[in-house]
């Protein structure tokens, strides 16, 4: 997909073959998928509810993808080589470790409850990468990323939805930009384990660093958990509206997307 240092003749990137740089066909099958389910939606070709589905489910797949290609491009170029070797820089979802945790419990989490949940995770070698900020980096890529997805997706569809269009499309990419709205706030929470519990982790002391370290493995539980809670959920729901409507996403339209992708409910 992108050389990130100058290749030699052999067809190696510092000793890292080129076809770990190219994007997986799974990948590539998702995009497309994404393209003809927006195609279909707008143009209201057969089921629109089932349409509306595939293209929100495959583009939240997408972003989930490029989520995890975030943290490993920049751990990449921090200084972990190897995490070419592991696969994470062809935006193959199958490599962000286990399909189940990684894709088909996000993607239930999307069509139950309409929130953004972490998918998966990039396997990075801490002791490659030197200093404190290049770790924080890191971390920070993957909720980043879907931050800029956010401002896109709202940015179209405030300028897009002026122009006319079918209801049912605009109302997919407002749940899309939901999504991404609810993943940057959930990636940023400091989380044992989480994207933002990792951006804290290297500024620790040895001592709390410890404690992190120990319950880190449990950080999607305590997400879980968290959210389960009556009041702290209600929390970050308070937040999640309020920065959407901060930045103008109508909150019926999401509404509406997330209704139509329940298609088996038609």
């Not at 990948?27 to 929100?56: E, H, I, K, M, P």
């Not at 179209?156 to 709205?181: C, D, H, K, M």
Request: glycine share 12%; proline share 7%.
């Amino acid at each position: 997909m992108m050389a990130y240092d100058r290749p030699g003749g052999d067809g190696l990137v510092l000793g890292v073959p080129k076809a770990a740089f190219r994007p997986s066909p799974v990948f590539l099958g998702l995009v497309a998928l994404f393209a003809v389910s927006g195609v279909l939606t707008w143009n209201g070709y057969g089921n629109v509810r089932f349409d509306v589905f595939l293209f929100v489910v495959s583009g939240w797949l997408v972003s989930l993808c490029l989520h995890e290609y975030a943290h490993a491009v920049v751990a990449y170029r921090a200084g972990d080589r190897d995490i070419a070797h592991r696969g994470y820089l062809t935006l193959n979802p199958l490599k962000y470790t286990h399909p189940l945790l990684s894709i088909v419990l996000p993607v239930v989490v999307v069509l139950l409850g309409g929130i953004g949940l972490p998918g998966g995770a990039v396997w990075v070698d801490r002791h490659a990468i030197p200093g404190r900020l290049r770790h924080t980096l890191v971390s920070l890529a993957g909720p980043a990323t879907n931050v800029l997805f956010t401002l896109v997706l709202v940015a179209a569809l405030r300028i897009g939805i002026e122009s006319g269009g079918p209801v049912e499309f605009w109302a997919g990419v407002a749940l899309l930009a939901f999504l991404q709205l609810t993943a940057s706030v959930l990636n940023l929470l400091p989380v044992p384990g989480l994207d933002g519990g990792n951006m804290i982790q290297p500024w620790l002391n040895p001592q709390w660093r410890k404690m992190y370290d120990l319950f880190a493995p449990y950080g999607f539980l305590l997400l879980f958990a968290l959210l389960w809670n009556p009041r702290i959920g209600g929390w970050f729901f308070d937040v999640v509206f309020a920065v959407g409507d901060l930045l103008g996403l109508p909150s019926w339209l999401y509404a509406t997307g997330l209704d139509l992708i329940r298609f088996w409910q038609s």
